[in-house]
Every structure is written in C-alpha cells, then in structure tokens.
C-alpha cells in the first residue's frame, strides 16, 4: 500500500503560480512513477503531468506544457507540481497518482493509487 496526501491548493489569481506538494507513505517511493491528474466539476478526470521513477523523464499535457513542470525528491518521498501562469480554466481538483507500470503514463488506468486531491482554484 501507498498512501498519498496532496497539499498546496488554493484560490489564486489568474497568472499567479501555485506549488502543489504530493507526499507518501507506505511502500519504496522510488519504487513508483507518479502522476498528477485534475478533475473539474462535470468532467472527467484528465491527465495533467507523470515523472518517471528516477525523475529522468517527465511527459505533460498539451495545455500545460511550458506552464506547468513536474519534479520529485525521493529522499523526502514527494512529487511537485509547479504550476506557473494559472487560468481560469485550469480550475479543478488535483490528484496525485503512484503506478508501477512503466509507460501510457497518460492513462489513469495504470495507476494503483491516489490520494484524496486539492483543490486549485484560479479566479479570472
């Protein structure tokens, strides 16, 4: 088992940057290749960023590319989310995600956990 627990949200104005913080627990973080993924209110959960296990390859979605960068410490057993030039849009509730598998780190079906998510608010 891998707990996780998602820290950093917040209401933030349009343009500011946000620093979302992802810390587990349980099993060998570096065991796990993470994920963080977004749901808006009526929508699907959507892939937002992942990290592979060493931190050595990271992948983005297209809306967030440029914007958004993906990092994570071992020795502390976190994942960060730095998140630069908010928009309106990209309000949502984010989740972090820990899979073993070792590629479609776009598809929330390879993941074994997450945690309970953050709330990201961007007001226009």
């Known amino acids: 088992q891998v707990q996780l627990v998602e820290s950093g949200g917040g209401l933030v104005q349009a343009g500011a940057p946000l620093r979302l913080s992802c810390a587990a627990s349980?099993?060998?973080?570096?065991?796990?290749?993470m994920g963080w993924f977004r749901q808006a209110p009526g929508k699907e959960r959507e892939f937002v960023a992942a990290?592979?296990?060493?931190?050595?390859?990271?992948y983005y979605a297209d809306f967030v590319k440029g914007r958004f960068t993906i990092s994570r410490d071992n020795a502390k057993n976190t994942v960060y989310l730095q998140m630069n030039s908010l928009k309106p849009e990209d309000t949502a509730v984010y989740y972090c995600e820990a899979t073993m598998g070792y590629s479609g780190y776009g598809d929330r079906r390879i993941y074994d956990y997450w945690g309970q998510g953050t709330q990201v608010t961007v007001s226009s």
């Open positions: 990290i592979r296990r060493s931190g050595g390859g990271t």
């Open positions: 349980g099993r060998t973080f570096g065991n796990y290749a």
